[in-house]
């Protein structure tokens, strides 16, 4: 039968441009095909931070920040808590992955010109012992350039094959069917979409105006997860584990449209193993984004370790619950609190320092990578512009001079006040007095005086510690926090070759899975929690390894 390439790619985000690149630089011919418009090409990376997980880098050696592949090991295995008999692939990728991080990965992407930020962050701190969740030390490289600067050169390279003519782009393809013949990915098959000049990122449409079908020796799925489709997030919602998932209208999404799912669950049908659906990465710390490009779309706010987190009716979360310290343990309290939602409660000092919101359009300065904007909007008095714009307009900020009007704005945002005055007063009062004298019980104020002990977080990413009501600190800020849709720690089972594979453990011939549909490698490689800046480069690794690998079995 004859074929129209080597190999075909489903999915034009970071995992299938980084599989296409390798593809093709081995020489093989490359159909990549992608439901959205030429605009969005790149998909959800181009969004990201651009935040990456590097082991002992140059970065954290400058910062006197002491890491080891010991020790970085110790925090994925304590993080990631497998414990299925179906996590001998999660782990295997886990294991290959971290080695990654710790050796090759920094030289290989900064030898394709990509650079980062000096000062590295502390994502996901944990808080329990030594053999639990979280980062021990801090990890998170900031690409100069964030998300577009991740993208840049996987995108450069394709484009040089499209000149060559061994890659053929073909954007409004929306593959419907995997066509497997004898037992073996053969092709696929799909609708044409219409053309569609939305914005980068927004809705497209779904008008069909015609089919396609492809032959191929190979076909590689990077389709993304699954994180826009709020029915199958519900469908796999781990209710036993965290409690029940909130009510749509009290949710936010972090994902473009696209991330819909639904050419996992077509590679599911054509026989291929899903592994894991039921662990999800959402976020806790989502706010409604006052100017929203894809469907309720929401931003995370990547906060540092001040601001006092109180639940809907203004109970302080319990330790080590603090703001960065641990994500799902956090879901998991505040689902269990009977309400949908959490609150912040902060000084102008805590925002203009703390604050980070995620994604590359609220990050101008290093999106752009301008350097004078940098330093100026990071290091000068004032909060960065676009948290400006959040608390001058975002539906989830109220901004008041005493606490009393403080409580009133933030019970004007839920359709019955459930914040007691009294009782926020007596919490924000207790942990004023913690703070004025160098000895406390109070493990979060011992949490913020241990962050400041490391240079970064001095500098940019820790306010010095000061009493909330402390008018020279003021105004007060209180931020709604919603539940915010995020990535897919699941997916399709992969062996180390990112081959699929069947219910049974056999390789699905031809067929091949990377990113974030594969669960970022071998259906899963986080286990249930995340160290952050792992997706990024799980898409980077395991699309290397998917191209690498169907390159050699197209030879
Ligand atoms: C705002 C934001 C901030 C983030 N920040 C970070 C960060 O700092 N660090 C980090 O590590 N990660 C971060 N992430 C996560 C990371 O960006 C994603 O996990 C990663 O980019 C996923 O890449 P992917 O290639 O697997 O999938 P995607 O980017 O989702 O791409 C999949 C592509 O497949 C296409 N597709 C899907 N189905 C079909 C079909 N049936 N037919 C044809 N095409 C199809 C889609 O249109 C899409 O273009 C962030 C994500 C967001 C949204």
């Not at 000096?118 to 030594?130: I, L």
């Not at 006092?308 to 310290?325: I, N, S, T």
């Not at 056999?506 to 071998?522: C, I, K, S």
């Not at 480069?537 to 690498?548: E, K, L, N, T, W």
Request: hydrophobic fraction near 40%.
């Amino acid at each position: 039968m004859g074929t129209d390439a080597d190999v075909i790619v489903v999915g034009a985000g970071l995992a299938g441009l980084v599989a296409t690149a390798e593809l093709a630089d081995a020489g093989r011919t490359v159909l990549l095909l992608d439901q959205e418009p030429e605009q969005s090409l790149g998909g959800q990376a181009f969004w990201s931070l651009g935040g990456l997980f590097f082991v002992d880098s140059p970065e954290q050696r400058r910062m006197r920040i002491k890491d080891s592949l010991e020790l970085a090991m110790q925090d994925w295995m304590g993080t990631a808590g497998f414990d299925r008999a179906e996590d001998h692939w999660p782990r295997a990728w886990a294991e290959a992955y971290v080695q990654f991080a710790a050796g090759e990965k920094r030289r290989w992407l900064a030898a394709q010109g990509m650079k980062w930020i000096p000062v590295v962050g502390w994502a996901e701190r944990g808080g329990y012992g030594a053999i639990g969740h979280g980062n021990s030390v801090p990890r998170f490289h900031l690409t100069w350039g964030t998300g577009p600067g991740v993208v840049a050169p996987f995108e450069r390279r394709v484009r040089e094959h499209v000149g060559t003519g061994r890659v053929r782009l073909c954007f409004r393809h929306r593959v419907d069917e995997l066509v497997v013949t004898n037992g073996a990915a053969s092709g696929v098959a799909g609708t044409l979409l219409a053309p569609d000049d939305c914005e980068r990122g927004e809705r497209s449409n779904r008008d069909e105006v015609g089919e396609f079908s492809y032959a191929a020796q190979a076909v590689i799925v990077t389709s993304g997860g699954i994180g826009g489709n709020l029915e199958l997030v519900r469908r796999n919602w781990p209710t036993d584990r965290v409690g029940p998932m909130p009510d749509d209208d009290n949710v936010v999404v972090g994902v473009p449209d696209h991330v819909d799912g639904r050419m996992q669950l077509i590679t599911e049908d054509a026989g291929a193993n899903m592994v894991n659906r039921d662990r999800m990465w959402h976020y806790v710390e989502g706010v409604r984004n006052w100017d929203p490009i894809w469907t309720k779309h929401g931003i995370r706010i990547l906060p540092g370790p001040s601001s006092l987190w109180l639940d809907a009716e203004g109970r302080r979360l319990p330790v080590p619950l603090f703001p960065g310290f641990d994500t799902l343990g956090t879901l998991e309290h505040i689902l269990s609190t009977g309400h949908q939602h959490s609150w912040f409660i902060l000084t102008r000092k805590i925002i203009e320092k703390e604050f980070a919101l995620s994604g590359s359009e609220q990050n101008p300065d290093i999106t752009g990578q301008d350097l004078r904007q940098f330093l100026r909007s990071r290091l000068a008095k004032g909060a960065p512009g676009p948290v400006q714009a959040f608390m001058d307009k975002g539906a989830d900020f109220v901004v008041a001079d005493d606490l009393d009007t403080l409580v009133a704005g933030m019970n004007g945002l839920t359709p019955v006040p459930l914040l007691d005055l009294a009782r926020v007063r007596a919490e924000v009062e207790a942990r004023d007095r913690e703070i004025a004298n160098p000895y406390t019980k109070d493990l979060q104020v011992t949490a913020i005086r241990g962050a400041r002990t490391y240079l970064g977080d001095k500098l940019v990413r820790v306010a010095s510690p000061h009493r909330l009501l402390d008018p020279d600190a003021g105004p007060l800020v209180g931020v709604k926090l919603n539940i915010l849709t995020r990535k897919t720690l699941g997916g399709l089972e992969t062996d180390l070759d990112a081959r699929c594979l069947r219910p049974g453990g056999e390789p699905f011939p031809g067929l091949y899975a990377a990113g974030e549909v594969a669960g970022f490698g071998g259906g899963g490689m986080h286990g249930y929690r995340a160290l952050e800046g792992t997706f990024l480069g799980g898409c980077i690794y395991s699309g290397r390894v998917a191209g690498r690998a169907a390159a050699a079995a197209t030879a």
